[in-house]
């Protein structure tokens, strides 16, 4: 997905009053590959799910 439209699906869950954190990596494609980036990721997905998904 691009991030155009990714960025659209965060506006609209926004505009539902969803918590949402979005993070664009400009070095990354469609995934995220890159080490350096997996290791920033990673934990940050993992303190969200934590936060609000108990």
């Given at each position: ?24 990596y ?23 799910l ?5």
């Amino acid at each position: 997905m691009p991030y155009t439209e990714a960025e659209q699906v965060v506006d609209a869950l926004k505009k539902r009053n969803t918590t949402v954190e979005y993070k664009l990596y400009d070095d990354e494609g469609h995934g995220i590959s890159k080490l350096k980036n997996r290791l920033e990721l990673y934990p940050l997905v993992a303190d969200f799910l934590d936060k609000y998904m108990k």
